[in-house]
Structure formats: C-alpha cells, structure tokens
C-alpha cells in the first residue's frame, strides 16, 4: 500500500466529521483542534490536505480509543450518504447495499483529490457480503464506522464489517468484509 499523501485533498467537510463529537467539549481536546487551527472551514466543499485528516484520525485513535474512531467513521458515513444522494449517485430510499458500496466508490473519486487515484475497489460480492479494499490512506479502524453505517442505511439488517485482511496483519491491503442479513 502507498502511504504517501503528497498532493492528495479532500473535502473540509470530511474534517468538520471528524471534529464534530468533541465540539461541545473543544476545552477538553485542545491538542486535536490545534491540528485545524490554521484551516478555513466554513466551505464545506473546500479541499483541505489529506494529513491533516489523517493526523485527527490517528490522535483520536491514540488518544481516545477505536470506538471513538468507529463513532467518527459513522459520521463520515452520514455526509457521504447524504452527498451521494444529492448527486443522483443512489435513491436514498431505496439503495441496495451493492449500489451504496458502488457509489462510496464513485464519491470516493470525486470528494477526494488523488495524483494516484488512489480510494476504493469492490473485490468480491455475493448476495449477502460485498468485500471492499482500501487503496487510500484514510484511517483503517474509522472505514469499520463509514461502511457499517452506510450499508446500515440500506433496508437490510445485521450488518457487520470486519478485516478480511489487514495491513496490521501483513497483508498488502486492508480488505472489509461487509455482510447483512
């Protein structure tokens, strides 16, 4: 996996995601809103270096734990669902889980810029899992919160998401199995 995010941006509302559940308490995460301190983000749309996100994700984990990532990855799920149906990418309503995973994809290619055109790839479906591999440098443990909480929003039940195969674990790629009911 290439780790490099020179050149690599994505949009400012991806990072006001991030920051969004400690807001209410920014006394309490002064190190964590440092990292922001000189990003203007009131435009939503606006792109903002990829290191940085990956900073906040990284203090969260190191700091406050995986669930707080996971949590995280569920609010980045929110925006990009809510993206993908303002541009026609799935019916919001009516998505299936594969339709969903198609267009995490396709926003993927447009929310974030990437020289090596780096994001998503669907490995395997089948009629109750899809395997999705991370080709972006985006937080391993926060992809648990964005892929559960985007096929969560599909009418399907049981959803899980779990490694098939993790850089953690020596393999080149992180691949999520994302499985329903």
Known sequence: MDHSTEGVTLMAAFISDVLKNYQPNRED??????????????????????????????????????????????????????????????????????????????????????????????????????????TQTFNSKLQLGLLSGLVRKTNVSGVNVDYERSLEDGAEFDDYRISWM
């Open 29 to 134: 995460y002064e190190e964590l809103f440092a990292k922001v301190k000189n990003l203007d983000l009131s435009d939503p749309e606006s792109m903002v270096p990829m290191q940085i996100y990956n900073d906040l994700c990284q203090w969260i984990e190191d700091n406050l734990g995986k669930f707080n990532l996971i949590q995280v990855g569920r609010n980045v799920g929110e925006t990009t669902f809510a993206a993908m149906v303002q541009q026609g990418m799935i019916r919001e309503n009516t998505a299936t889980p594969l339709e969903v995973l198609q267009g995490l994809k396709a926003a993927a290619e447009t929310m974030i810029s990437d020289p090596k055109k780096r994001g998503w790839e669907i490995v395997e479906k089948g009629n109750h899992h899809i395997v999705m591999r991370r």
